[in-house]
């Protein structure tokens, strides 16, 4: 078995396999915490709009706070935007997914695919200078930060050099490029990636509680 082979094979089986496995095993362990039960009287029966509302007004900083905080929420929306084009926009992607799943739809022009890798690969870059260069940033990184950060970047640049025939023969670059998404899957349960679906449980249960209680997020 040569090493396309494995990544094709054994590899993906085992990562989507331990992905749904820490997926759920996180999910469930949030879903089954023991909760007190909240007496006062509420000012909005609406639960489910509060709730909605803490998500969308929580997804950009408040006025107060943007001066500050507009260069890393910048680069923050558009390495997660770039990589949601590239995950469900290029093709062989989309092919990929059909295949295990069922479902598809229509690609973009690679050229689109191409242009907003080399972007994202920019912002995920400024990210992590911000990092190693912001001196509170630098202090409460840890080795779960740049490790997240790494899994990210590596199928971007090695996707890149595929495309691009670079490096090495295509089979082993493609191999690299599977072999670097399997790592990103298993992590992502299990590290701070997991932020990009337990933010929605955090901004939610945040603007439920507000808006029980009749005041603003």
Request: glycine letters at 10%; charged letters at 15%; a positive charge.
């Amino acid at each position: 078995m040569n090493l396309l082979d494995f990544a094709r094979g054994a590899a993906m089986k085992w990562s989507i396999a331990i992905f749904l496995f820490g997926m759920l095993w996180r999910l469930f362990g949030i879903l089954l915490l023991r909760r007190t039960h909240d007496y006062s009287e509420p000012r909005v029966h609406a639960a489910g709009l509060g709730a909605l509302q803490g998500i969308i007004r929580r997804s950009w900083p408040r006025r107060e706070f943007q001066a500050r905080t507009a260069y890393g929420v910048t680069v923050s929306y558009v390495f997660h935007i770039g990589l949601a084009i590239i995950v469900f926009g290029f093709v062989p992607h989309i092919l990929f997914i059909r295949n295990l799943i069922g479902v598809g739809w229509s690609g973009l022009p690679g050229g689109i695919i191409y242009f907003c890798a080399v972007i994202t690969l920019v912002a995920l870059v400024m990210a992590i200078v911000r990092r190693l260069t912001h001196p509170v940033l630098k202090l409460l990184s840890n080795f779960d930060d740049y490790f997240s950060w790494f899994v990210t970047a590596a199928p971007v640049v090695t996707g890149l050099l595929a495309a691009a025939h670079y490096g090495a023969r295509y089979e082993t670059l493609l191999a690299v490029h599977i072999l670097s998404f399997e790592l990103l899957l298993v992590w992502f349960p299990f590290g701070k990636l997991m932020h990009s679906v337990l933010l929605f449980f955090a901004r939610g249960q945040t603007g439920a509680v507000y808006g029980r209680r009749g005041a603003s997020t």
